[in-house]
């Protein structure tokens, strides 16, 4: 079963604008690990963002602030002041305390316009 | 944040040779790394894990006798790919991960691209 669903294949937005990328996960357990990455063209994948299932508040990193809404089991993205370097791949992951990988999700491909 | 290397960035090889990529943790101790596989255009998808001193766990689906796994020291994982045909081609990507908690971060890789002519 699909645990970390990213439902946006492709996302534009125009520099200086803020963007919302979304992902919504799937788990029974009580304690889980939301992760996002982005992955320029380059291929290596850069660690953006992190929020625990216990954290009280919304994670944030710079221009990057992760939406978490865990009743509604969603870990959205937002980007603030798009920047045309911001163009790439963005997973979102998820790490439960059982096993050891991530769940990654299909991927979000944002284009940042001029 | 902690920085995680590959070696090649890029091989070419012709099929039914072995080639071998390794990932390191070049400023911490890693206690499990992981080999993913990615296709254009897709996510990743875990291959295996790798834990020191210990063999490694193979994902479903993945021939452990043809991806050949070797976690030597807590800085260095090797993949292996033997007698490589076509199909093998793909991204591969190592991550590792310092400690042993869901809430910590795995640092990943540039990757490594296979090509099998």
């Known amino acids: 079963a699909q645990k970390i669903t990213q439902t946006q294949p492709g996302m534009f937005v125009q520099e200086k604008e803020a963007v919302t990328l979304d992902c919504t996960y799937d788990?029974?357990?009580?304690?889980?690990?939301l992760f996002w990455y982005k992955q320029p063209s380059s291929g290596e994948m850069i660690f953006l963002i992190y929020?625990?299932?216990?954290?009280?508040q919304n994670a944030t990193e710079g221009r990057y602030s992760l939406n978490f809404q865990k009743a509604r089991k969603s870990a959205n993205l937002v980007i603030s002041a798009s920047q045309l370097g911001d163009s790439a791949m963005y997973f979102c992951?998820?790490?439960?305390?059982?096993?050891?990988?991530?769940?990654f999700g299909t991927g979000t491909s944002l284009t940042v316009i001029p | 944040g902690a920085v995680v290397s590959q070696h090649p960035s890029r091989v070419i090889c012709k099929s039914g040779t072995s080639v071998k990529i390794e990932c390191r943790s070049l400023?911490?101790?890693?206690?499990?790394m992981f080999w993913y596989r990615q296709f254009p255009k897709q996510s990743l998808m875990l291959m295996a894990t790798?834990?020191?001193?210990?063999?490694?766990?193979?994902e479903q689906g993945v021939e452990k006798d043809k991806f050949l796994i070797n976690h030597a020291s807590l800085t260095l994982s090797t993949l292996t790919v033997t007698s490589a045909h076509p199909e093998d081609s793909s991204f591969y990507i190592c991550?590792?991960?310092?400690?042993?908690?869901?809430?910590?971060?795995?640092?990943f890789g540039p990757g490594t691209r296979l090509t099998v002519l």
């Open positions: 991550s590792a991960r310092e400690g042993a908690l869901e809430t910590d971060t795995q640092y």
């Open positions: 788990t029974s357990d009580p304690s889980y690990g």
């Open positions: 929020q625990g299932s216990y954290d009280q």
């Open positions: 992951a998820m790490r439960l305390p059982t096993g050891n990988q991530f769940y």
């Open positions: 400023d911490f101790q890693a206690t499990t």
């Open positions: 790798s834990n020191e001193g210990s063999k490694a766990t193979y």
